[in-house]
């Protein structure tokens, strides 16, 4: 039975109460304690950073030459927070209610009310430590929409908030790197959970530039590793993303949930090749003001400027009036998915639709106008100072779409596809972020908490600092009250030897094959399978021969990989090697999980169970539950479920019309 420790009373009390009642750790006794961060992105920064200044002993890792190259790096929009700025109807309950029902009523409401309460003061945090959020003329911090709301409460940086937030923790990091409370290890990748008596104990890591093995203790080890989209191959997630930190978790008892809630975001740069590895995010923020749409005709060939109004459709808007282009991902992606199943699809592939900014250069480009006080304006010169002002919003975005399309979106608009992009999926944690093994926590995108089956823009951010700066600052505390006691291990005990040995014979059997294909081959092919059979739509049956292919391409990776160069020397072929091994054993069991769930909710959309317009049929009376695998060994899970209960949101039936 999973006990989630949810604080009892009133939802928005709980977090509150909790603070106070949590044991705490004296300053002497912090000095003593020693705590393993894994991964220096928003979450692991913030956590490490946080905690250092508590004044604990911390060892932070990342695979990346510096903590400023983690994935977050790359986050565009902006971050949520309910800090009502723009008095148009916002609170911390409203935060809390669009999560719940952007994530279709499977996550837990304790969690996610405390993340929208710690929201407000993200944002104070960030701000002080000189993140750059834009500002209105008047100095004021700026918002705008992200999807599923119906408020503007995102808080932004241009396209660069994940940068700017970054480089704010980053700072806070490396001041505590400087005072000697945090020890940075770059370059080193975590391959195993050290545990003894059942409690998480330290890790196995692997120096990438020597290759060496190294073991180190810690009281305890946060696992702050990020998301796995890179298991279909082809993500908006950066390179190297990947699941085996929170892997060897799993394997150490760790449980893993709902691996198949996937978030497949709709604006992105379509696939142009088969010989791409990568995919490009344009972020959600530009659905604020672009309009999307398709040809009305099917087998359209006039180019998009060509085709008249009266014969666009503007499916978004007309399927959902209510939120119009800004419905959720999950629902956005969909919908593209459809018209361009039904044919209406755009470019040479079909597998594109527009993103269309031409009426948002008119309508900023009157307002212009109307502040400068000009009358009698020219089109041209209302579409000039239109461009102006979504080139101050948008202008890197538009730049980077201009790069790899060759084409001026500020001319003709974007074409754009659904691509991979989030993982909701992850290690199970409690209220206090505790995995099933004691003393090991999962922080940011690593674990599965509060986005439920479809995470809503901008709260990935949010979700990572919370937990980083706010949560996990007090729920450690009240383990390592416990473990004052407990002196720390000497890396020669047995248990470090045994997962050293582990982590060695592996690495040797992976050299050994010598095989024929590369590394890179497999990935591309385990992606294609799942993104076919556990992608946007699934059914039970390409489930079920998902399954056995995934099993067959485990045995062929294992008999006939080649890793090229010596193991111990810098040697990227075997780091990706050993990720792409991980995400084999994680693609079956995302293809056993979506074939257990039979019904479809957010992101995990089973053809077989679907509204008669086309939306996710959910089945709250049989899966209305957090479904969290044990591993059992080769090819073995044992379902857990954790059961959701609403005490203050009603589920009912998604609703953005
Ligand atoms: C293109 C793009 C744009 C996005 N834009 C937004 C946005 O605007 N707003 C929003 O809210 N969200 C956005 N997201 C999502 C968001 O960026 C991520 O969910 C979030 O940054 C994840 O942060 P994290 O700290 O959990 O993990 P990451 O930033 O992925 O960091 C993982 C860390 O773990 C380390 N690591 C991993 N495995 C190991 C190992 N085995 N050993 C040692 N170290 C390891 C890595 O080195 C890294 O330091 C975007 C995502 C993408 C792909």
Redesign the pocket.
């Known amino acids: 039975m999973l006990n989630s420790k949810i604080p009892a009373g009133n939802l928005e009390k709980k977090w509150e109460d909790y603070k106070g009642h949590c044991k705490l750790v004296n300053p002497a006794n912090k000095r003593k304690l020693e705590v393993i961060v894994?991964?220096?992105?928003?979450?692991?920064a913030s956590a490490a950073a946080s905690l250092g200044e508590l004044g604990y002993k911390v060892k932070a890792?990342?695979?990346?030459d510096s903590?400023r190259r983690?994935?977050?790096i790359?986050?565009?929009?902006?971050?949520n927070a309910a800090k009502n700025y723009q008095n148009d109807g916002d609170s911390v309950f409203r935060l809390f209610y669009d999560t719940i029902k952007g994530g279709d009523y499977r996550a837990r409401e304790a969690n996610v009310h405390r993340l929208a309460e710690v929201s407000v003061n993200i944002i104070d945090q960030c701000v002080a430590q000189g993140v750059p959020f834009a500002r209105e003329y008047g100095g004021l911090l700026s918002n705008r929409s992200f999807g599923g709301t119906q408020v503007q409460r995102t808080f932004y940086a241009a396209g660069q908030?994940?940068q700017q937030l970054l480089i704010g923790a980053y700072q806070a990091l490396e001041r505590q790197v400087a005072l000697g409370n945090v020890k940075m290890y770059s370059r080193?990748?975590?391959?195993e959970v050290v545990k003894i008596d059942g409690k998480a104990r330290g890790i196995i890591?692997r120096d990438l530039v020597s290759g060496n093995l190294e073991k180190h203790f810690g009281h305890a080890v946060l696992l702050?590793?990020?998301?796995y989209g890179n298991v279909f191959y082809l993500s908006?997630?950066?390179m190297?993303?990947?699941v085996?930190?929170a892997w060897k978790a799993h394997r150490q008892g760790a449980l893993f949930s709902n691996p198949c809630f996937t978030q497949i975001h709709p604006t992105c740069i379509p696939v142009s090749g088969d010989h791409q590895s990568k995919l490009t995010?344009m972020?959600e923020s530009l659905r604020n003001d672009g309009r999307i749409w398709v040809p009305k005709n099917l087998n359209e060939t006039r180019k998009a400027v060509d085709i008249p109004e009266e014969e666009r459709d503007y499916y978004l808007e007309r399927r959902y009036p209510a939120f119009g282009n800004l419905v959720p991902r999950d629902v956005a992606s969909r919908a593209a998915k459809e018209r361009c199943d039904a044919g209406y699809g755009v470019g040479t592939s079909k597998q594109a639709v527009y993103l269309d900014y031409a009426a948002a250069i008119l309508r900023y480009g009157k307002i212009e106008a109307g502040k400068q006080g000009l009358e009698n304006v020219s089109q041209e010169a209302i579409i000039a100072m239109g461009k102006e002002v979504v080139k101050e919003k948008y202008g890197n975005l538009f730049d980077m779409y201009a790069k790899i399309t060759g084409e001026d979106p500020y001319e003709v608009p974007m074409r754009i596809y659904p691509a991979v992009?989030?993982t909701m999926g992850g290690l199970w944690v409690d209220y206090e972020l505790q995995t099933t093994v004691p003393g090991l926590y999962a922080?940011?995108?690593?674990n599965f908490s509060e986005h439920g089956a479809n995470r809503l823009?901008?709260?990935?951010?949010?979700q990572?600092l919370a937990d980083g700066y706010f949560v996990i600052p007090y729920t450690i505390g009240n383990y390592l009250a416990d473990e004052i006691y407990s002196k720390g291990v000497d890396t020669n005990h047995p248990a470090f030897e045994e997962a050293e040995k582990t982590v060695r014979e592996r690495i040797e059997k992976l050299m050994s094959i010598k095989g024929t294909q590369t590394v890179e081959s497999f990935h591309k092919r385990l992606g294609k399978i799942i993104w076919d059979k556990c992608g946007m739509a699934r059914n039970a049956e390409g489930l079920k021969q998902a399954i056995a292919e995934v099993q067959a391409l485990k045995k062929e990776f294992w008999s006939d990989v080649r890793i090229p160069g010596e193991i111990n020397e810098m040697n990227p072929e075997l780091d990706k090697a050993n990720r792409v091994a991980d995400f084999i054993e994680l693609g079956e069991l995302m293809c056993i999980d979506a074939l257990n769930r039979n019904e479809s909710c957010g992101g995990h959309f089973r053809e077989e169970y679907q509204t008669e317009d086309g939306e996710a049929l959910r089945d709250d009376e049989n899966f209305m539950y957090v479904a969290s695998w044990e591993f059992k060994g080769e090819h073995n899970w044992e379902l857990h479920k954790e059961e959701l209960k609403y005490e203050v949101i009603k589920p009912s039936q998604r609703n953005y019309k």
């Open positions: 894994v991964g220096t992105g928003l979450a692991g890792f990342c695979f990346q903590p983690a994935h977050s790359a986050a565009q929009g902006g971050i908030t994940g080193h990748e975590m391959l890591a702050c590793t990020g998301g908006t997630n950066a190297g993303s990947n085996t930190a995010l972020s992009h989030y922080l940011g995108e690593a823009g901008a709260s990935a951010l949010m990572g």
